[in-house]
């Protein structure tokens, strides 16, 4: 029986806390943080022998369907997998340490337990090669199962046990009213590191939908994207437009290169048993000298204070680039969301971008773009769906139905029909009207004369904002309607070179 869900929202509020407070806080967290490791070991020793058992060898050979299924609940249950399980054993783990008993209480332990078994699902379902144990770093966050007992939210306060932290209310806060008005489900504790020093937040899980901006509304209508590397192009019913992601947003690319160097001097410094001796080696007919390669093995660092200044200056650079990038993403999530909220979008992977241009999607962003607008569409009673790239192959389709491939560089689509378009708004275009992995090319020819306007209007826009960043990053240096006029003649000889089916477009 399927888990009924209702829909919530998060609420964040900054805690006042003394320093007596955070060091219990401190204690806590390191309590749960032992805790959870030695719930995430336990079900991955029972991960590892249910994939070894007989019943679960059998179920790999069998086909989807109800045996295959009971064969894989039989061998779960033969060596106690569950979520359950791992709760109980949360409790016993948790009553043989009295310290940890202490420190944090039954419904925190179950929590931690069901956050360790879902970690080790993700390896069981093949989502995941591995999981990671916490390290005081990395473990943030601790959260309730209700708002009743353990970690829970009363009186603007959070209570926890004998600790009660003060929240940072703004009551001119229209976001922060709305949720301390709303019905709270279970509260989570977290830490972050601002400026080198810790901050503590409560984060209400609220029941019921967020506050809603005036400025940020939701219109019906279609909407197709192409979705880049670096850009979006959208296609409304009466608008267009190819806008960048994390638009203005600081990259500090020069100030991390120089804190990396300097963090790596100052390692070699504290390590040099950790390095290869230097040498001394040609480039081209110069002889220089190289540093030595670190030595494999593991052997301790250590870092120095200053190595520890450094990288929280580089951490919390990291954190403002990611910070202004999110919400830049946010704010164009939001205008295509006035758009329309049927979204249409090829069923790209972002992952796969990631080996080729690894740095450039962690400046952009474009997979947590992608999984904001769905969220807010589907939020919004609107729909996101995404279609196989390989059936539709909109960058090589033309209005005539015929398919040419086209290399990444070219950026204009010139079409057999006579048409000249930018590759990006041309896609987003054919997007609106594909259906159940199809293309509608009769529904593409009768919108598109009364849609070209639009488009170049957008393409224009996107050029002359290009040739106000900078004159080096247009990719065209004429404007669309110029470029039209100018390739005019050789579109119109592909076109009668091709298809007898033109298109009577007025340019």
Request: hydrophobic share 35%; net charge positive.
């Amino acid at each position: 029986m399927a888990k009924i869900t209702s829909p919530s929202f998060i609420t964040t509020i900054p805690l006042i806390v003394t320093s007596l407070a955070e060091s219990e806080l401190l204690s806590r967290f390191q309590a749960g943080r032992q805790l959870y490791n030695a719930l995430l070991n336990e079900a991955m020793v029972r991960v590892k022998l249910v994939q070894k058992s007989s019943h679960y060898q059998l179920a790999k050979t069998l086909p989807k369907g109800k045996a295959r299924t009971e064969a894989f609940s039989k061998a779960r249950k033969e060596y106690r997998y569950s979520e359950y399980e791992i709760q109980a054993y949360a409790t016993v783990t948790a009553n043989a340490s009295l310290w940890i008993a202490q420190k944090v209480d039954s419904n925190t332990q179950q929590k931690l337990a069901t956050r360790g078994f879902q970690s080790s699902e993700k390896v069981i379902f093949g989502r995941a090669k591995k999981v990671r144990f916490k390290v005081p770093s990395r473990f943030r966050s601790m959260e309730g199962k209700t708002n009743k007992q353990g970690i829970r939210w009363t009186k603007e306060q959070l209570v926890w046990g004998k600790l009660r932290l003060n929240g940072l209310i703004d009551k001119d806060n229209p976001v922060m009213s709305h949720g301390l008005n709303s019905e709270v489900k279970y509260v989570r504790i977290l830490w972050k590191e601002i400026n080198g020093k810790r901050r503590w937040y409560a984060q209400l899980i609220n029941k019921g939908d967020p506050y809603q901006k005036a400025a940020n509304f939701v219109s019906p209508g279609v909407v197709g994207l192409d979705l880049n590397i670096s850009n979006v192009a959208y296609v409304a019913d009466n608008n267009a437009g190819l806008l960048p992601f994390a638009q203005k947003v600081p990259t500090f690319e020069r100030e991390i290169c120089s804190l990396q160097r300097s963090m790596q001097r100052s390692q070699r410094q504290s390590n040099p048993d950790r390095y290869d001796p230097d040498f001394l080696g040609k480039k081209g007919r110069k002889t220089l000298s190289k540093k030595g390669k670190p030595k494999k093995g593991r052997l301790p660092w250590h870092k120095s204070k200053r190595y520890v200044a450094l990288a929280a200056k580089k951490r919390e650079l990291e954190r403002r680039k990611s910070e202004y990038c999110k919400s830049q993403n946010r704010r164009l999530v939001n205008d295509i969301l006035k758009m329309g909220n049927q979204i249409k979008t090829e069923k790209v992977s972002v992952k796969g971008w990631q080996k080729n241009w690894g740095k450039a999607i962690g400046t952009k962003s474009p997979g947590f773009f992608q999984a904001e607008l769905k969220r807010k569409a589907e939020k919004a009673g609107g729909s996101f769906y995404q279609f196989s790239t390989s059936k539709t192959a909109l960058s090589q389709t033309h209005l005539t139905g015929e398919r040419i491939k086209k290399s990444l560089s070219e950026r204009v689509h010139y079409d057999r029909s006579g048409v000249v378009m930018h590759r990006d708004l041309m896609s987003a275009f054919l997007s609106r009207h594909v259906y159940d992995d199809e293309l509608s090319l009769q529904d593409a020819q009768l919108e598109y004369p009364g849609m070209e306007t639009t488009l170049l209007r957008a393409w224009q826009q996107y050029q002359q904002s290009a040739n106000r960043v900078s004159a080096s990053e247009s990719r065209c240096s004429h404007s669309p309607v110029e470029l039209i006029r100018s390739n005019l003649e050789n579109s119109s000889q592909i076109a009668s070179e091709g298809t007898s089916d033109k298109l009577d477009i007025n340019f």
